[in-house]
Nanobody, 122 residues
Framework: VQLQASGGGLVQAGGSLRLSCEVS????????IGWFRQAPGKEREWVSC????????YYKDSVKGRFTISRDNAKNTVYLQMNSLRPEDTAVYSC????????????????WGQGTQVTVSS
């Protein structure tokens, strides 16, 4: 089971980025996929997730209406479209997989990819 996150970069406030999480060794049909982020000096926090069967999606309150999570089962990839970015969105973003259902507790997620840096300048 492997996850590969990409798509981070430097963007001005108000701009957009799309993160990708490409998975291998398992099917998206059997795993929930979540995005987490960690800013310097802060704990890792849950951002969004998409469930395995019905594709239901969930978001941290501060990103609702700005971020959209989606998946392409044929490409084994989950995306996080981030619009109207703010300086406080600056963090390393990581994707994770969980055999069960979406949850907001990082310790319950089984598999992790490496992070991708997102930097939003003011």
């Amino acid at each position: 089971v492997q996850l590969q996150a990409s798509g981070g970069g430097l963007v001005q406030a108000g701009g957009s980025l799309r993160l990708s999480c490409e998975v291998s060794g398992f099917s998206l049909a059997y795993f929930a996929i979540g995005w987490f982020r960690q800013a310097p000096g802060k704990e890792r926090e849950w951002v969004s997730c998409i469930n395995k069967s019905d594709g239901s999606t969930y978001y941290k309150d501060s990103v609702k209406g700005r971020f959209t999570i989606s998946r392409d089962n044929a490409k084994n990839t989950v995306y996080l479209q981030m619009n109207s970015l703010r300086p406080e969105d600056t963090a390393v973003y990581s994707c994770a997989a969980e055999r069960s259902w979406c949850n907001t507790y990082a310790r319950l997620w089984n598999y992790w990819g490496q992070g991708t840096q997102v930097t939003v300048s003011s």
